[in-house]
């Protein structure tokens, strides 16, 4: 049993509600409330209807000026477009403009320099020319320098140690001599021991024939003194001759003599006079052993050796040596004067020849066509 109950507005009773009596009383409210809701579903519809219209309106505004800006840029392209085609077709009739004048111009070069070509040909030839004397003259003021610089290392090696100087003439000395005669005995004296620089003991078949003593002087100035100290030396070893080599010579010796019993010569006459001074003593010892006793051939001897023929045969045995050094030398400075003409000549033909090349590169520009012979001949004379 429900206890929903009514009551009547007239008589104020109430009543409990059944079905019979609520079921037309909730079909009224359902369809009131069915008209109601289809009354808000339309209004909702039209204000839906309405704002989609109301959108698409907006949207079309905005699409109508959208395209309308896009229009005007598409314009504004258009224009710059023609602008720029015809600067494009400008620029390219410039272009054939410029093209046309610099073959017209490469024509008139072409026919200015046919023109013109002994006289360039002359002018390049004395430029090549006055290039190649300067270079010559730069070579020149160049050797100049170096040949100061040479000399003025020359005074300072010369300058050195005179005890290493002697030392190395002393080395020299023995080497030559002993060189020159493989079958001598040479007794180098050594060092920090009063004496000659070295002993040369003459070897015969039958023993020794003598001996020579040997003093070696390297310095720019001759003195008297050495002499006394030689022959004092040659006392003390006992030895038959004494010779002084050295690059100072006294007055009146140019090659080599005989001063107060002792040879002095020049350090290049040492194996001439070597080989006279060691005949001389073989020629002695063999003398001896025909005639020992004869006093008279000793002195016959003594008197050769310190007479002019003695000094004559000599003289003539060195001179032949000087002359065959003095060919010699010719002959090297000949030969060396040839080559360097020779190289001269070369560099001025090369030098003419690429710098007539670059003067024609200059004037004619990329029509001057490359010559590789005339670029492999650059690279030569540079390496």
């Known amino acids: 049993m429900s206890e929903l109950k009514i009551q009547c507005p007239k008589c104020s009773n109430e009543f409990e509600l059944t079905e019979q009596l609520a079921g037309p009383m909730l079909a009224e409210l359902r369809a009131s409330f069915n008209d109601q809701l289809a009354q808000k579903e339309a ?4 204000a839906l209807a309405a704002a989609q219209a109301e959108a698409k309106e907006a949207a079309k505004t905005e699409m109508v000026a959208e395209q309308t800006a896009l229009r005007e840029r598409i314009k504004a392209q258009d224009a710059k477009l023609r602008e720029a085609q015809v600067a494009q077709a400008s620029a390219l ?6 093209k046309d004048k610099e073959a017209e111009m490469e024509l008139t070069l072409q026919k200015m320099l046919a023109a013109e070509r002994p006289a360039l040909a002359e002018r390049l030839t004395r430029e090549a020319n006055e290039k190649a004397e300067l270079k010559l003259a730069e070579q020149e003021q160049v050797m100049q320098g170096m040949k100061r610089q040479i000399e003025a290392l020359k005074q300072k090696s010369e300058q050195g140690s005179m005890q290493t100087q002697g030392e190395a003439a002393e080395i020299v000395l023995e080497e030559t001599l002993s060189a020159a005669f493989a079958m001598d005995a040479f007794l180098p004296v050594a060092k920090g021991v009063s004496g000659a620089d070295v002993r040369q003991d003459v070897s015969t078949p039958n023993g020794i024939a003598g001996s020579i003593l040997w003093e070696s002087k390297r310095t720019k100035n001759w003195s008297a003194g050495w002499l006394a100290k030689l022959r004092n030396d040659q006392r003390e070893a006992g030895c038959e001759l004494a010779v002084l080599t050295s690059q100072a010579l006294p007055d009146g010796i140019d090659s080599f003599g005989m001063i107060d019993g ?3 010569c020049a350090p290049r006459y040492a194996v001439p006079l070597a080989q006279s001074l060691r005949q001389t003593l073989i020629d002695v010892a063999n003398a001896k052993e025909r005639a020992i006793g004869q006093e008279t051939k000793m002195e016959m001897i003594y008197d050769y050796l310190t007479g002019n023929q003695f000094k004559q045969r000599v003289d003539a045995i060195v001179e ?10 010719k ?6 004067k040839q080559w360097a003409l020779r190289a001269k000549q070369i560099d001025l033909v090369i030098a003419s020849t690429v710098g007539m090349h670059g003067d024609l590169q200059g004037i004619a520009g990329r029509s001057m066509p490359e010559i590789e012979s005339v670029a492999t001949l650059q690279i030569g004379k540079e390496d």
């Open 93 to 98: 009739k410039r272009e054939q403009e410029l």
């Open 262 to 264: 002792i040879w002095v």
């Open 320 to 329: 032949r040596f000087e002359d065959m050094q003095e060919n010699l030398r």
């Open 331 to 336: 002959e090297r400075v000949f030969m060396e």
């Open 43 to 46: 209004q909702a519809a039209d």
